[in-house]
């Protein structure tokens, strides 16, 4: 079974004025379109194509690096609709609030960790929120690897990721990231979050 670009559950200008709509329109059709294209050629013919996106990324390290790079994009791009939505933004609630207040002090402190982390990532990579067995942590990765990749720093299940390739920003914000991650926090769908929480 060949690996399909998922569909945006919102239009591509719902999230403005903090993404706007080329930016997101590009990086949806070009850029997660092209991920997926290429992890299909990539695992084509091969015992790769019964596995779901979750298993390949597991044992990343077995694989090409046309696989891992792909295979990130593809679920990286994935995660990332997901956790987005327009009239989002605001604290999360519930059992995830509970553990963000217990492993990072306060939700503010958890902000300023996160956003340090997509801020200080060098050159093209993702921040993440990573749930290691009801423990949070902040991490980061670069290109497009994950939190799933066996060859990680740090190993988990992302909650939350933000993508800080310059494809994801530039047309709106050049070379100012730090605003850019001001704005994501505006269309961070909790709700979604903590679904990947539980
Ligand atoms: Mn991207």
Known sequence: MAFELPKLSYD???LEPYIDART???HHTKHH???TSKLNAA???????????????????KHSVGVRNNGGGYYNHKLFWEIMSPNAG???????MNAINKDFG???KFKTEFSNAAATRFGSGWAWLVNQN??????????QDNPLMDLADVKGTPLLGLDVWEHAYYLHYQNK???YIDAFWNVVNWGQVAKRFV
């Open 90 to 96: 605001g604290e999360p609630t519930g059992d995830l």
């Open 33 to 35: 379109g092209g991920y």
């Open 177 to 179: 990231r730090p605003d």
């Open 134 to 143: 009801g423990k949070l942590v902040v991490s980061s990765t670069p290109n």
């Open 43 to 61: 695992i084509e013919g091969s015992d790769l194509e019964k596995l779901t996106i979750e298993e390949i990324l597991q044992n990343i390290s």
């Open 12 to 14: 591509y200008n719902a």
């Open 106 to 108: 306060s939700f503010s």
């Open 24 to 26: 997101m329109e590009i």
